[in-house]
């Protein structure tokens, strides 16, 4: 699964609970992007986790599952993102949660589409870091050091820096980039156009657009160009 996701450099993340119209899911589906991921903190369910990777698979694309809540653990997907907070103390977000869904699934978990997220939460507005109790007040040492649990010790593929619904301090990412040698470095949270999407792809290998989708969808198309150009940049100083 790990090189399932290596090419991804930009990804929509569409939320089963918003709304999202067929004109603007058909732009967002063919903009482009390498990849959709299907997650929401909360408000997630099954019936509409199910109608809208119905309403995806009329494009030819990846889609994956960010797997928030058992009740909405549909099949279906090309791959299952598997969260686990590592900023909290509440280890039901590390590991407890884990453990009962492969008590309740067992058999029935296809482990071979499935991929562990090491999720450093640094918003504490947001709906993720209320939830899960997350310590977002981290600096960059701090951040930096759970990017490494991840990274080294516990040898995760991606390493999600989740500012979710603000734009992130640059600097914690530098640090987490320089820090991360092997995890694939995810970066999400308050992308509102191609310039803020610019600066995140050039510390990270994959850049999540998600809540401005939902606002001002022809200035979340602007951010799959801009990614790409980042790209193109990283090609020529090579």
Known sequence: MRQMIEPWRHVFKLDPDRELGDRELAAVCQSGTDAIIVGGSTGVTYENTVSLLARIRQYDLPCALEVSDLEAAVPGFDLYMIPMVLNTADTSWILGHHRRAIERFGSL???????????????????????????????????????????????????????????????????????????????????????????????????????????????????????????QLDRENL
Not at 135 to 164: H, R
């Open 109 to 231: 978990i296809p482990w071979e589409l499935l991929l562990t997220e090491g999720y450093i939460v640094l918003n504490g507005d947001s709906s993720v870091a209320r939830l899960t109790g997350a310590d977002c007040s981290l600096d960059a040492a701090a951040a930096g050091a759970y990017a490494q649990i991840a990274d080294k010790l516990m040898n995760l593929p991606v390493v999600y820096l989740e500012y979710s619904g603000t734009y992130g301090d640059m600097e914690i990412v530098r640090e987490v980039r320089e820090l991360v040698e092997q995890s694939q470095l995810f970066y999400g949270g308050g992308i509102t156009g191609p310039e803020e999407a610019m600066q995140v792809a050039a510390l990270c290998d994959t850049v999540v657009v998600g809540n401005i989708i939902y606002s001002n969808v022809e200035q979340a198309l602007l951010t799959v160009q801009a990614v790409r150009d980042t790209r």
